[in-house]
């Protein structure tokens, strides 16, 4: 069950040993949480978006929505997420396991402001049975990410 793909990019950055095998699906934030044994909002959440005609993939916490005025602020349209049937051919990985490694180098990686509060976050590993336990500047290195945004609603910022 594992992303040979995510796995090879993972030990090359020496955090092969990040990469855990779920028996059950965590294909959703909530049953992320429930195979992790972490909350909601400590799953990053990986979403597809389409900007300017091209995809920009953006990472935040699992209990942040976007926030359409700040996500048209910094990427100067509104968010329109890849369509589900599209995600694979273009990002590379099914929805449910979409993750920020391994993403065609053409694709920019930004992470939501939202993901700084916790010590570690947990990402999907390339497929709905695999998860990443990574720290948020860890995760910013290894992504390859373009930088911070705060395009997110909803969550709270002291964690509780």
């Not at 020496?14 to 195979?35: F, M, P, Y």
């Not at 909601?40 to 929505?65: H, Q, W, Y």
């Not at 599209?86 to 939501?112: H, M, S, T």
Request: net charge negative; charged share 30%; hydrophobic share 40%.
């Amino acid at each position: 069950m594992i992303n040979e793909k995510v796995k090879a990019f993972l030990e090359e950055k020496n955090l092969g040993d990040r990469l855990t095998i779920h028996r059950e699906s965590i294909d959703t934030v909530e049953h992320a949480a429930q195979q992790i044994g972490c909350t909601e909002p400590e799953i990053a959440k990986t979403l597809s978006f389409v900007v300017d005609d091209k995809p920009v993939v953006v990472v935040m916490a699992g209990d942040g929505r976007v926030n359409s005025s700040k996500f048209k602020a910094k990427f100067h349209t509104k968010p329109h997420m890849i369509p589900r049937d599209q995600v694979q051919e273009i990002i590379g990985f099914q929805p449910g396991g979409v993750c920020p490694f391994a993403v065609p180098e053409n694709i920019p990686i930004w992470l939501d402001v939202s993901m700084k509060r916790f010590e570690y976050v947990h990402p999907a590993g390339g497929n709905e049975f695999t998860s990443v336990k990574i720290t948020p500047d860890e995760l910013e290195k290894v992504s390859g990410a373009e930088g911070w945004v705060d395009v997110c609603k909803g969550w709270d910022e002291a964690g509780e």
